[in-house]
């Protein structure tokens, strides 16, 4: 079966890709081993955080300034509400790496922002107790988006514009063959003149001779029933990062099913196997979350409804990885991850498009260059 495009995984990027090649009237194919909305990846659990004023580093602003435009287009284009906007406040001592990687990325691209004592933060939302000397940056435009929603929506309107997609069908190849691409599936095999390989966790063990090292780390996620659920209403509680000395916490305002979505950033470092690791939450894993942040949020406070594990794919400098499989330019490979991909799907699956069809994108992916870590290894 012959194909322009073929893109292997349609998680958060793939399905973003599929959708802005199909929109070019691209003879596009999306592969994926599940089912969309599984829980064995990394996009599951319903909503995920986007912010602005980007405490990871300053140069990722002007790509979450088009992801969020664009999660707008896919709203406009869906009739589907996937991005809400709560504000968010992210939380520490002055000098943790939150609050002034925070600060620094306000400044540097004039975002809206304020400061905030602990004090006045907790007058303005009753549900924290923080320590005396923490600060709060409040930047109204974050909030969060609708992960498994997005997902749906990118995949259902890649199929309306003609994309062919596949589901419960494992790649197990992707190689370059002269000008031509051919995908081996456990079913059959397929040929195109390109390749977009967005596997997430699996990305390393279907392209070992990427060179790259992600390595896969597991992570919780809980939903909480709060003992006072009116302090954390949607529309007027914030989205909210804390970063103390048990590392950042976050959370959410409450679902319409009455619970509180919270977790912790790098829950655990360990890392595992995607197809093997343990999925089960135990009641460690639970008083990660719940220990330090009921101490911060004690209206927060309550039994845990429902949780889940989810898996993060780290590189070792916490950026995404974008580029070229080494030696075969017809193959792209994208892992935008080390926890925080998400929010820029819609702008990430445009760029992936673009430099597959043309080899440009007009979004700055320098910093997510592959080559970083090739280089770096040919080196030792
Ligand atoms: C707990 C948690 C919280 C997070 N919070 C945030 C947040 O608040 N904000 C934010 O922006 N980001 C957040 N992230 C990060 C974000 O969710 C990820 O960056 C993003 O989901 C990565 O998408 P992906 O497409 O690379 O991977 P995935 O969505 O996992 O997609 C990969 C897909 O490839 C498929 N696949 C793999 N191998 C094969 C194969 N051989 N054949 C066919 N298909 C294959 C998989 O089944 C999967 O569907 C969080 C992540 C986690 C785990």
């Known amino acids: 079966m012959t194909h322009d495009v073929i893109v292997v995984g349609l998680g958060a990027m793939g399905s973003a890709a599929l959708y802005h090649l199909s929109r070019r009237k691209v003879r596009a194919i999306g592969l ?132 062919d997609i596949r589901t419960g069908e494992r790649v197990v190849a992707v190689e370059q063959r002269g000008d031509r691409v051919r995908v081996l599936t456990e079913r059959t095999q397929y040929e195109a003149g390109r390749a977009i390989v967005t596997a997430g966790p699996w990305t390393a063990s279907l392209l070992p001779e990427l060179g790259a090292p992600l390595q896969v780390t597991r992570q919780v996620l809980l939903w909480v029933r709060p003992a006072q659920p009116e302090l954390f209403r949607t529309g007027w509680f914030p989205v909210f990062m804390i970063e103390s000395e048990h590392g950042i916490h976050y959370g959410f305002p409450l679902h319409d099913d009455g619970l509180l979505k919270i977790a912790k950033h790098h829950h655990a470092r360990e890392v595992v196997d995607p197809e093997t690791y343990d999925r089960s939450v135990s009641e460690a894993d639970e008083a990660m979350i719940t220990g330090p942040l009921f101490r911060m ?3 927060a406070a309550g039994p845990v409804a429902s949780a889940k594990t989810c898996l993060y794919t780290m590189a070792p400098d916490d950026d995404f990885i974008i580029g070229r499989l080494p030696g075969c330019e017809r193959i792209l490979i994208a892992s935008p991850c080390s926890g925080h991909g998400f929010k820029f799907a819609p702008a990430i699956g445009q760029a992936l498009a673009d430099l597959s069809l043309t080899g440009r994108s007009d979004a700055d992916l320098s910093r997510f260059a592959l080559s970083r870590f090739v280089k770096a290894a040919a080196a030792h």
């Open 297 to 299: 949020l004690p209206a």
């Open 32 to 163: 994926e081993r599940f089912e969309p909305g599984h829980e064995r990846g990394s996009s599951h659990g319903r909503t995920r955080i986007i912010r602005h004023g980007y405490f990871e580093h300053p140069s990722y602003v002007p790509l979450v300034r088009r992801a969020a435009a664009m999660w707008r287009e896919l709203e406009a284009a869906s009739g589907r509400t996937l991005m809400t906007v709560t504000g968010i406040a992210e939380i520490g001592r002055p000098d943790s790496a939150l609050v002034t990687g925070t600060l620094a990325a306000a400044r540097e691209h004039n975002l809206p922002h304020d400061v905030v004592t602990a004090h006045d933060l907790m007058r303005r939302y009753p549900a924290f107790r923080l320590p005396s000397d923490y600060v709060a940056v409040i930047q109204p435009d974050a909030g969060f988006v609708e992960a498994e929603a997005g997902i749906r929506t990118h995949l259902h309107l890649s199929a309306a514009a003609g994309a």
